[in-house]
């Protein structure tokens, strides 16, 4: 069983949550019917404090998917931050409707201020140039899948290293 409440940074998983992870993905990919009712009556809050299309997407798709819903925004114009709320309290009150929610803001650090204010797991879906876990596993999913082990490779990241959260 994975053992942690929030993932907000990748060194959060243990080698161990890692591969089950994995496992747990690959199975998915393989028999999608047999996760369809996973998260019925489940309900995840989608806060997307900057603009996102693949992942906020991959999130209310795969919700969906499992049999869940989603509430949310997708632009924080059109939500009570336009109006000078905190992000804390943004959170803790999203918190209250939501069973997870999965979070992208432009700021380094805000998926671990929410985690402090949430009553709900928190998923970091992208902070600043900072992290973003959960496309660091699907791309680890997607190495497991060509190369079945992370053992003996060589792997060779390009792109904007700096800015580009999937390295970190």
Do not use: W
Request: hydrophobic share 35%.
């Amino acid at each position: 069983m994975i053992s942690i409440k929030n993932l907000l940074n990748s060194h959060d998983l243990t080698k161990k949550d890692l591969l089950e992870i994995i496992e747990l993905g690959n199975a998915i990919y393989k028999s999608p019917a047999d996760f369809s009712h996973s998260a019925d009556g489940k309900l995840l809050g989608t806060l997307f404090f900057e603009p996102s299309t693949r992942t906020r997407l991959s999130f209310e798709s795969a919700m969906l998917r499992l049999g869940g819903s989603v509430v949310g925004f997708s632009d924080a114009s059109v939500s009570s931050a336009k109006k000078g709320e905190s992000l804390q309290d943004t959170v803790k009150t999203v918190s209250q409707y939501a069973d997870i929610i999965a979070m992208r803001h432009p700021q380094e650090g805000a998926a671990y201020l929410a985690s402090l204010a949430a009553d709900c797991p928190i998923i970091n879906a992208g902070d600043g140039g900072h992290q973003h876990p959960t496309q660091t596993l699907t791309d680890m999913l997607t190495i497991s899948n060509y190369k079945e082990s992370f053992d003996n490779h060589v792997i060779g990241i390009c792109g904007d290293l700096k800015y580009g959260r999937t390295v970190h």
